[in-house]
């Protein structure tokens, strides 16, 4: 636990320098390309723009939430979920990538993770001022209800984090984790809510209830509760939810750093 | 305490697993079954002081721990046991210069140069005067992979140098520039060295250390051989070669495979208790000589396998999580799963909110 502990801290008194070396990142990423940085909003940009066409027009069913237009209340959750799906990948990636470099210097290997999941959110950011700007068109104002997003955003953050350091470790012993976890994801895309509210669909109860233990389902219906006012974290089903994310979050933890640290010294040689 | 030291080793040991197949890593890793591998030691309790602003060199043959060493100090990989205190910054500079290959030199000057904790701004600063140093001119914008090597451990010391640490560490790196360059390096090095910097030299090559040593270390398979004056340690280093040479070849290899396998043999409890005679010959009561010991030896190291206390609590927060999703699932409240846990079998079949 005291390593867990000692890594958690790690990321705080190295902020500056996920700061600075997520900005270069975000920066030497898009370096070749015509349109540099747009890209990272074109993308996003055109991906909901089909499901909006197939989930809101051509599969049209009613409003997901009661009084919610099918438009924002998608973009509030695709948002998170974007940012979610890229930063897991990134992650597992990064210690990966980077072993040749930090083998060969001193550098806290455990911040790797944070600085993906910083870079990338300049991009959530935008989606989700996007979002809001499609609430807006759509009459919906903030409410109190918006103070629940920073728990959310706390909460999303931690789960990054916590999948981070897991994956990335087990990334470099198991090279074959990276693939699962890409098939994983893409599975999970249709079981977090995102495109269609399976609490309103005809699954049966049980199936449901099930569903929502999912932690991405969590974050992604948290943030759109918060941001369209429509639930608070200590109402159930979140309480049950809430416990049980952050047991999920902590069980996660422990055995991430834990086998960061056993391995730390050896993922050289492992590769 | 004496506070004049800038790093300190004590009873520094340094262990390899020598796995024979992926398999065996793999088991190990995830913990499964008891694979039985041999261990090898690379330093077997080394224990050192240098102080500030002293320039240390460390010679010995190849495999006699000098890269494992410097390694240690510069925070790359931990010890096995043993205390190390390092005070300050430290710069590494190996031949491999840990470059990224398909970044350009300039890109991997500001990589390298924010991983070390400088600003964007810091970094421009030193930017051209690195550029100027390693002398590659034009062919900063090019992939560091089409540089020639010599160009590439130019470009690696050159940032190291100029990130401006307090203790710098230099693994053999010199031997690969021609002598140009070398001569630029020795005068850096001269440089940092009348800045009252510490520097830890490793190298194969006598004449360099000669030249630029206040100390010699001298280590051979695993322990410090030699500590003392550069030219005396040298000196009989260089009688140990030549003896060594004269020997035949048979006699030669017979002598490193015994030293090897002394180094796998290598107990770390038998290690622990001569450390323990020690203290208790030095007339400390031996209760104490074992605390003392063992304080020294694992106070900074982290354990291998979990604590009893984390144990508990994982086991708790995973009975905890499987408890919530199930009442989650059944759709029964808490209370009511905590009365009569047998309903969480008999989940609700209607819609419960």
Known sequence: MNTMFKIISDQFTNFKIIRRMAKYDDRANYQSHYLGLAWEFLNPLIQIGIYYLVFGVALKRGDPMPGVPYLPWMVMGIAPWLYMNKTTLDASKSIYQQVGLVSKMKFPINVLPSIKIMGNLYSFWTMMAFGVFLMFVNRIWPTISWVQFIYYFICMIALMYALGIFNSTVSVLVRDWQIALQSVLRMLFYMSGVLFNFVTSNFPPVLVRLLELNPFYYVINGIRESLLSKGWVWQQPNLNLTISFWLFIFIVMIFGSYLHNKFRANFVDLI | ?353
Not at chain 2, 220 to 229: S, T
Not at chain 2, 259 to 274: A, G, L, V
Not at chain 2, 334 to 344: D, F, G, K, W
Request: proline content about 2%; glycine content about 8%.
């Open chain 2, 1 to 353: 305490m004496d506070n004049t030291y800038k790093i300190k080793l004590e009873n520094v040991t340094k262990e390899y697993d020598l796995f024979k197949s992926k398999s065996d890593k793999l088991k190990n890793f995830f913990n499964i079954g008891k694979v039985d591998v041999p261990h090898f030691w690379s330093l077997k309790g080394v224990s050192l002081t240098i102080k500030k602003g002293e320039t240390f060199g460390i010679i010995g043959v190849n495999g006699s721990g000098k890269s494992t060493i410097s390694n240690i100090i510069s925070g790359i990989i931990p010890q096995t046991t043993g205390m190390v205190d390092v005070k300050g910054d430290t710069s590494i500079i190996a031949i491999g210069a840990g470059l990224k290959r398909n970044l350009t030199g300039a890109e991997n000057i500001r990589l390298k140069g924010l991983m070390q904790g400088l600003t964007i701004k810091e970094i421009d600063e030193v930017r051209d005067s690195i550029i100027d140093f390693a002398d590659i001119g034009t062919f900063i914008d090019q992939p560091v992979k089409d540089y020639s090597s010599g160009m590439r451990s130019r470009l690696g010391f050159a940032i190291a140098v100029h990130i401006n640490p307090d203790i710098m560490i230099i693994d053999e790196a010199l031997s690969v520039g021609d002598d140009t360059f070398y001569q630029k390096c020795v005068d850096k090095i001269m440089e940092f060295k009348e800045q009252g910097k510490t520097i830890l030299f490793v190298s194969h090559s006598l004449n360099q250390v000669k030249m630029i040593c206040d100390r010699v270390a001298w280590m051979h398979f695993g322990e410090l051989r030699e500590i003392g004056e550069t030219e005396e340690v040298i000196e009989h280093y260089r009688k140990f070669s030549s003896d060594f040479k004269k020997k035949t070849a048979k006699e030669r290899k017979k002598y490193q495979q015994d030293k090897k396998k002394e180094q796998i043999k290598f107990n770390i409890d038998e290690y622990r208790k001569s450390l323990i005679e020690d203290e208790v010959k030095k007339g400390i009561d031996k209760n104490q000589a074992e605390k003392d010991v063992q304080e020294r030896m694992y106070h900074q190291i982290t354990p291998d396998k979990m604590s009893l206390t984390t144990r508990i609590v994982t086991g708790i927060a995973i009975l905890g999580l499987a408890f919530f999703a199930l009442v989650n699932i059944s759709g029964h409240s808490v209370t009511n799963s905590l009365e009569h846990p047998t309903t969480l079998m008999h989940p609700v079949q209607h819609k419960v909110r």
